[in-house]
Each structure stands twice: as C-alpha cells, then as structure tokens.
C-alpha cells in the first residue's frame, strides 16, 4: 500500500524557515515524478515544484527563489525547503507522486496533471 506521509510544518514567523518532509513507502517502482503543492484557506491548491527521476526540478508560480525541492532516494524521502517565510505561505502543505505504470510527462506539479498518490498534509502557519 502506497503511503506518503508529511512532516516538519509548524507556526513560524515571517522571515522564518522550515523544512518540509515528505517520507514514501509502498511502492513496487519508484514514482518516476514528485511535487509539493500548498492550499490556503479559501483558496485552490496549487502546485509549487516538482522533481522527476532523473533530478530535473519544474517550478511553478512566481516563488521559486524560496521554495527548494530535493529528495533522497535512500530514505526515499522528498524535502521542501522554505526560507523567508511570509505571512501569505500559510496554508497546507501535500507532497503528491505518480506511479511509474503511468508516468506524469513532462513531470511538473499542476492540477492539470492527476496524481494518483497524495499524503495527508502537513500545516505550515506564518505569523507576522
């Protein structure tokens, strides 16, 4: 059974960091692409940034010089890391993964694109 299990949000304040985890098991094959997404109160969830397997990264939105993916294939592990935190970055935080029966290509972390596995968030509050 695939899980994927978030970790490390908190309440900072603005000018803070954190680093977000975002821990995968269950899988036959490894997901050949993984993103961050975020949804804020009364608003959509949006995408931030994905990974695919080879290590090419696809940001989205205009907040990538702050929002840093990474991901380490032997703890099977997938990181966000978010400095200077604004007030505006409150939200929930999911990581998501595609199977590797059926790709997500070019791997980049829309809406548009169906991920078949998410986690159950994590709660990022940002306090000015």
């Known amino acids: 059974q695939v899980q994927l299990v978030e970790s490390g949000g908190g309440s900072v304040q603005t000018g803070g960091s954190l680093r977000l985890s975002c821990a995968a098991s269950g899988f036959t094959y490894k997901p050949y692409c993984m993103g961050w997404f975020r949804q804020a109160p009364g608003k959509e969830r949006e995408g931030i940034v994905s990974?695919?397997?080879?290590?090419?990264?696809s940001h989205e939105g205009s907040v990538k010089d702050r929002f840093r993916i990474s991901k380490d294939n032997v703890k099977n592990t997938l990181y966000l890391q978010i400095t200077n935190l604004k007030p505006e970055d409150t939200a929930m935080y999911y990581c998501?993964?595609?199977?590797?029966?059926?790709?997500?290509?070019?791997?980049?972390?829309?809406?548009?694109?169906?991920?078949?596995?998410w986690g159950q968030g994590t709660q990022v509050t940002v306090s000015s």
């Open positions: 990974i695919d397997s080879s290590g090419s990264i």
């Open positions: 998501a993964a595609d199977s590797s029966l059926r790709p997500i290509f070019p791997c980049r972390a829309t809406m548009d694109n169906v991920f078949p596995y």
